[in-house]
């Protein structure tokens, strides 16, 4: 193998490999390919060796499997056959390679499709492709930091990342935030699934055929991201919402913003709902296509819009509630379809009540602190600085080692636009947490296209993978 | 009896406890399965999480934490079992939760810690010939130092890596 | 920029504007949108912000119909020779954008999962810093690369 001309290696030596339970079954000869730490300038590889860096080995989806593996890829827990299946000859048998780059996957997803005909047999998730090292990450950032890296896992809804880690921390540290906090917390984060769904509604939309609802989508998304960039100071990824409260207070005005934001996206809302829903062919996508049954929401641990479209109507913020949401009335939508067309259904209405909830809180907002009095907790204001070394020795500890956090564990969970987003957060006292694991709701949801795609056109493959809403950085993080 | 009180009932070895008001029950590896379908029976149907932490300086290393949810009413709990490091293998639940195996496969891929039965253990979220387990304490985050362009004395553009190791020859894996 | 028939002159040199003059007003881009940047770069292709007008909103899926790639959110080292595959695929004349502070240089996640820095892998013509960049960012970036192409072509 020819060497390439230019390779840069970082200074990391990878740990010595030495406890396996099972090694990885690597076809031989790929031992060979170098570190993954190297970088190199191809053009000058074979062609041969073009292809080994994109077949992943025993990442693909191979003829023989063993029994488990085919049932998982069958997505065999109820075997709904909305095409019976019926045995083809080999050669009628094809592997087809769907991503990781593709416009319509939402993201970095790689799905090996073995078809027969247009028959879809088996599917493989092969994830992986923006896998950020997010965990490993929150254990070198302090509590304060932590924000910064979690709002971007799930990049759709990034103010319910932030929420779920302040809460977490929140919880270790044993300190309550005021009533105002939550509020505007409360407020924030329902805009924030309301700019998600209008987001997921167009692109899933686009993906297929109302073009139209790009455009449409985006227009109102806009009104939502344009508060946020004036309270928050940017459209996406805001660091926010922090333990022991919010980074600033809502700006002047920001009634008029809100009540501008609530009449505009009502009246999309009709615009969408007189284009799609009773449009003949988005019926004919969309009815019947990518049916989840309530025991494989069970097995798969599927949560949020696509649990309440086959009927399951588990909400956190109805069973686990936070963050003072249970003072505001709102319904839950529930639909029993379990098909893309309930899907869409359930997330209208949940655009709708999320409205509803902001209008209560705007009506109702209390005054008070945006944050916790705590000062090892949440830092002094500027002011201060100037006149009280506490303050400044204060200000100095919590940005520069952080604050610490009690030794313990919790999992907090909060209802994200894509379903149950929890955190569990292990401390050992120190300014930076031990570990963090984010439970993303579409890591499961990934899990469970198997159980969604077998047996079902592959027309279909891209209207119910789109109405799982997977988010990748959720996915991979 | 409370759903906990059926768990704790079923399997002997289970000890329930709570951990900042929430219900955690803590198994012997070995027993992991059966509270898992214990805790099925008794109610908490949906599975929701399993991963991995690595405690590094205590005794099991490693501890695999699984969390379930019951809906009517609405009640969690965490199931810990902890994993030695000089034998990192733990019996999968994926034959109770078939949910269990991409999570699996993860705590596999980034913590080394192996699930016996389990139909199809290898790696994830990284490359397949990836050396190591990065989530474990004793691997570095992997940070690669900065050279701003200004301090260097290189003149083509790659800023990655201290100015010396720009042109060696790589070194084969080990 | 010398040609076949000797050094430039008044008619390469319109021949190379006008060249450029029509590359630039109809580069279509690659859809490789990886992760939040590409949630910006889809509402730089909106109505708010519109790509349209510089003739760019047709993302092409297969990257042999496109001009440029806009490389917008982090590389991870899985993704890094799906990446490369892509670009090789292109034909030339092709340009590479690097939006966004991982596609950059790796943003706040210096670590073990990303390619520290996309021009590892792919040569880059414009960086767009952000986090994420805003459409106007990568409008200005898009542009500077317009200018990039059409100051090539007068021999600056």
Redesign the interface.
Known sequence: MSKPPHV?T?D?EAPADTQQAKSTDIAAGQSERRS??E?????TEAPDE?RR??DEGAQEMLADESEAVLAGQRGSIVVDDYIPGRESPEDEIQILNMG????ATH??LRLHLELDGETIRRVKPII???????E??AEALSFLQGP??VT?MD??SPLHNELCFSLATERLLGIEVPERANAIRVMMTELNRVASHL?WS??TGLDIGALSM??YG??E??LV?AFFEKTTGL???HNYIRPGGVAADLPDGWEEDVAGIITGVRAGLRDYEDLLLDNPIFLERTKGVGVLAPEEIHAFGITGPLARASGIGYDVRRAFPYSGIEQYDFDVPVFDGGDVYDRFLVRFEEIRQSLRIVEQVKGAMPRGDYRSEDRKVTPPPRARIDQSMEALIHHFKIFTEGFKVPAGETYQAVESARGELGMYLVSDGGAKPWRLHVRGPSFAHVQALPAMLTDSLIADTIAALASADPV??DV?R | MSRIEAITAAVPAAVAADSLGQAVVRVPRESLPAVAAAARDAGFTMFLDLCAVDYLTRDPRFEVVVHLLAMDPPERVRLLAGVPGDDPIAPSITGVFAGADFYEREAFDLFGIGFSGHPDLTRL???DD?QGH?LRKD??????P?VFKAASDRTH????GSPSSGHHEPETAT | MASPAGPPNILTVSFNRAVAWARTRSMWPA??????C???M??TG???NDLSRFGMEV?R?S?RQADLMIVA??V???????L???Y?QMAEPKWVISMGACAS??G??????????V???VPVDVYVPG??P?PQSLMHGILTLQEQIQDKARGR
């Open positions: 840069v970082g990391l993954v730490h970088v190199w300038v191809s053009g073009m860096f994109t990781p780059q593709h416009p993201g970095v992986g492709y923006l896998h950020t090292g997010m490993k990450t910064t890296n971007r990049y759709l987001l167009a692109t790009m455009i985006w227009r998304r806009e991201l459209r996406m990824n990748m950085g991979d | 979220l990284l490359p990836w990065p691997s570095p985050v992997g940070s690669v900065v553009e790659t800023s990655v | 859809s490789f949108g990886l992760a939040c590409a949630i910006e889809m509402a909106a109505a708010h993302f899926a990257p959110g982090r991870s080292q899985k993704m890094a020779p799906v490369r595959q892509v090789d240089t790796g706040m996640f210096n670590n073990y999962a990303l390619v520290q820095g021009d590892q892998v986090c994420p805003g």
